[in-house]
């Protein structure tokens, strides 16, 4: 088992997938739900909000929890409230083919079934301790332009889904950030 060192301070990047690297967040309603639990969890956690992306069936975040290791309860937290919206929304919606079809596509075999019966996230998640400025630059930098790479938009300022539009183009519309030096 991997033991992962949270020290007081330090920002942490983390990226996590979807269940099947399956592409949700071309759903607009599905992409509100994350922000506004990002939001609400931000509130009730006071972790630092630092950077962001969210893409079809990933997403980054530079945060720097308060205490370091609230990390893993944090996300845990935002994968279960986003995942039960979005389960819940495409089962109240399954007289639509797509919603029916994405529903199957989360199922979990027969084999697997414990509590639930759908997936949304993977289980695991990606962490990067950032330790120097240098760093910090370049995870904003990756993540900014994570869409472009991606072939979604031509240039980032285009993908209203991530902090680019905070840092460049002064608009907090969706999620204000923290800056840290």
């Known amino acids: 088992m991997c033991r992962r060192h949270f020290a007081r301070g330090q920002l942490q990047f983390l990226t996590t997938s979807t269940y099947r690297r399956n592409r949700l967040f071309t759903c607009q309603r599905f992409r509100a739900i994350f922000v506004d639990t990002l939001r609400q969890l931000r509130e009730e ?6 950077g962001w992306v969210l893409m079809p069936d990933h997403f980054h975040l530079l945060i720097r929890p308060d205490p370091p290791q609230a990390t893993v309860r944090f996300l845990q937290e935002l994968k279960k409230r ?3 919206q979005i389960v819940a929304a495409l089962a109240r919606h399954q007289d639509n083919p797509r919603c029916r079809a994405m529903l199957a596509r989360l199922s979990l075999p027969p084999r697997v079934h414990s509590d639930s019966y759908y997936r949304v996230w993977q289980r695991r998640y990606v ?3 950032v330790f120097t400025h240098k760093k910090h630059m370049e995870k904003l930098d990756y993540m900014h332009s994570n869409p472009v790479t991606a072939r979604l938009v031509p240039s980032p300022d ?9 840092y460049y183009l002064n608009d907090s519309s969706l999620l204000t950030m923290d800056r840290v030096a």
Do not use: E
């Open 45 to 50: 956690t006071r972790f630092l909000l630092v």
């Open 82 to 84: 986003t995942a039960q």
């Open 127 to 129: 962490p990067f301790n």
């Open 158 to 166: 285009l993908w209203p889904w991530s902090s680019f539009r905070f």
